[in-house]
């Protein structure tokens, strides 16, 4: 089966600070990875998405980066936080070749103070 | 782009009452996913719809892709204290290359009160 893993559960971070948050899959090849961000009040928000090695899409401009230096991991990185980027980020993944269905990781509560 | 619209924001019931929530849209979407999220953790995948009309069941919950394409519905029954949580819809429409990229409902808040 597969499983999806997303670390550290929970970060506090002063503004100005880097930012390096992992995302791992196992039990499938070729997945399709996405970072979401979830503000308080609900809504998902597509930060990132990827369809292999090396290949990033962003969705919205912002502070954020990510990159996908394995097949089955995925990081989201800024090189200096805003308070704005506080929230609960999302790691998700999807079957390579048209399968809609998306399935998160137990998320990231980042704090930037 | 498209929108999904989720209603309601928010419900408050009774343990052991139904629960109906929906999704609509004004674009044609090819799939539905209704997501539950409890507090502190990631979206679970409660029921996937594919084909117009399917009604599809997981245990007490019930979920239709609407025939014309441009709805959906949840459903909950007899409703217990550990269905609270916050439920997204979510949809891909049929854009060609982009199919994995999915649209999200603002979600509706369940209170389930003993």
């Known amino acids: 089966s597969q499983t999806i893993h997303q670390w550290p559960a929970t970060l506090v971070q002063p503004v100005g600070s880097p930012l390096s948050l992992e995302c791992t899959v196992e039990?499938?090849?070729?997945?399709?990875l996405y970072w979401y961000r979830q503000a308080a009040g609900r809504g998902l928000q597509l930060l990132f998405y990827?369809?292999?090695?090396?290949?990033i899409s962003s969705e919205v401009p912002q502070n954020l980066s990510a990159s996908r230096p394995q097949d089955r991991q995925f990081i989201l990185s800024s090189k200096k936080l805003l308070l704005s980027d506080s929230g609960f980020y999302l790691c998700a993944w999807s079957r390579l070749g048209g399968e809609e269905t998306q399935y998160f990781g137990p998320g990231t509560r980042l704090l930037v103070l | 782009g498209q929108q999904l619209n989720q209603s309601p924001q928010s419900m408050f019931i009774q343990e052991g009452e139904d629960v109906s929530m929906n999704c609509t849209s004004s674009?044609?979407?090819?799939?539905w996913l209704w997501y539950k999220q409890d507090p502190g953790e990631g979206p679970v995948l409660l029921i996937a719809?594919?084909?117009?009309?399917e009604l599809t069941s997981n245990g007490r919950l019930t979920a239709q892709f609407g025939i014309t394409r441009k709805d959906s519905f949840l459903n909950i029954s007899a409703s217990i204290p550990s269905d609270v949580g916050i439920y997204f819809c979510?949809?891909?429409?049929?854009?060609?290359?982009?199919?994995?990229?999915?649209?999200f409902g603002k979600g509706t808040l369940l209170t389930v009160n003993p």
């Open positions: 990827s369809v292999g090695i090396g290949q």
């Open positions: 979510a949809g891909t429409v049929n854009s060609g290359g982009s199919n994995y990229k999915l649209t």
């Open positions: 674009s044609i979407f090819n799939t």
């Open positions: 039990g499938t090849s070729n997945p399709n």
């Open positions: 719809l594919y084909k117009a009309g």
